[in-house]
C-alpha cells in the first residue's frame, strides 16, 4: 500500500500519541446534497464538542447512493454537481473552524463521458483535502452502470495514528485488509451503503485477523440491520450506535494502553507481521521423508 497524502496538520506531525478519540456517523442520507450537507455538518458539530479529531461519515453521505429505497440507476440520478461541490466546500471550512478531520463519501465527477468515481474525500483539520480513496473493487451494478473503478490504496496519519479507507462491498475481499495490515494501519475506516447483516461479522473478524481498529459507517435507514460502530483489534465491538433507523453518532477512543487490547496489539499483531514475512517459518522448515509422505498415517 502507498502513500498518497502527507499529513497538513501541525498535530498530526507531533509525537506518536497512545490515544486517538473519534467519531462514527450513522447518518439519514438522501439523493440531494442540500439535505445531506447540513445533516453533516450538524454531526461534525456534535463530534467536536464531543472531543473528537476525526470524524468518519458513510458511502456517498454528501451525495447518496443509487440503491436502497427508491432506487436509481446513475443513468437517472440527476447529480447537481454545483451543488455538491458547494455542500462539500462548506463541509470543509467548518472542518478547518472545528479542526476536525473529515471523512466523507461522495461521487467524485470525472471528465464527461466517464462515469464518477465512488470516493471517500480525506479532509483535514485545516479544511484541505489531504488524499482522496475511489473504491477499486466495485459491485456488478456499479462497475456496468454507475461508477468508474479507482486505481490506487490511500493511507494518511493522524496525531501518530495511521488510517486506511474502504468502501463496502469490498469488505468481501480479504486481500484488501492483509494489505492495510502491511501498511501499517492502526485503524481501518470502511464506510458501507448496505443492508447485510453480514457485513459487521465480517469487519469484526478483518479487525481481528489484521489486530486493527475498524470504524463502520452506515446509513440511518440501514442501521437496523448493523448499526455504526468501533471494532477494536480483537474483534470485539467498543461501540456501537441503536439500530432503530435514527440518526446517531458514535463516540470512542483508539486507546494503545488499554489492557484489554494489549495482547491483540503487542503480541498478536507483531507476530502476525513477521510471520506474513515468512522468514521464521522458512527457518523452521525440516527435510524429513515423513513430510513428504502426504498419504501415509
Avoid at 3 to 25: E, F, K, N, V
Avoid at 240 to 254: H, K, M, N, R, T
Wanted: hydrophobic content about 45%; some cysteine; proline content about 6%.
Amino acid at each position: 500500500m502507498t502513500d498518497l497524502s502527507r499529513p497538513t496538520s501541525s498535530a498530526s506531525q507531533s509525537a506518536p500519541s497512545g490515544r486517538l478519540r473519534i467519531a462514527i456517523a450513522q447518518t439519514e442520507v438522501a439523493f440531494d446534497a442540500r439535505v445531506n450537507g447540513p445533516r453533516i455538518r450538524a454531526q461534525m458539530r456534535e463530534a467536536a464538542a464531543a472531543g473528537a479529531r476525526l470524524i468518519q461519515f458513510t458511502e456517498g453521505a454528501m451525495s447518496g447512493y443509487p440503491s436502497g429505497p427508491g432506487k436509481q440507476a446513475l443513468t437517472g440520478w440527476d447529480i447537481d454537481w454545483p451543488a455538491l461541490r458547494a455542500e462539500l466546500e462548506e463541509t470543509a471550512a467548518l472542518a478547518a473552524d472545528l479542526s476536525l478531520w473529515t471523512i466523507i463519501g461522495a461521487a467524485h465527477r470525472l471528465t464527461p463521458p466517464h462515469r464518477p468515481h465512488n470516493s471517500l474525500y480525506v479532509i483535514s483539520d485545516r479544511g484541505e483535502i489531504a488524499g482522496r480513496y475511489d473504491k477499486r473493487l466495485l459491485s456488478y451494478s456499479e462497475v456496468t452502470e454507475w461508477y468508474a473503478p479507482g486505481l490506487r490504496p490511500l493511507v494518511f496519519e493522524v496525531d501518530g495514528f495511521r488510517l486506511a479507507c474502504l468502501l463496502c462491498i469490498e469488505i468481501q475481499f480479504p486481500e484488501l485488509f492483509v494489505e492495510c495490515a502491511r501498511a501499517g494501519a492502526d485503524l481501518v475506516l470502511l464506510s458501507t451503503f448496505s443492508r447485510d447483516p453480514m457485513f459487521a461479522i465480517q469487519a469484526q473478524g478483518h479487525a481481528a485477523c489484521g489486530a486493527f481498529w475498524l470504524g463502520f459507517s452506515v446509513p440511518a435507514q440501514y442501521s437496523d440491520a448493523a448499526p455504526a460502530g468501533l471494532v477494536g483489534p480483537d474483534g470485539r465491538w467498543i461501540s456501537q450506535a441503536p439500530g432503530d433507523g435514527q440518526a446517531s453518532l458514535v463516540i470512542a477512543d483508539l486507546d494503545r494502553m488499554d489492557e484489554a487490547l494489549q495482547v491483540a496489539l503487542r503480541h498478536a499483531r507483531r507476530w502476525r507481521e513477521t510471520a506474513r514475512t515468512g522468514e521464521l517459518h522458512q527457518a523452521a522448515q525440516v527435510e524429513d521423508a515423513r513430510s513428504l509422505a502426504t498419504h501415509r498415517f
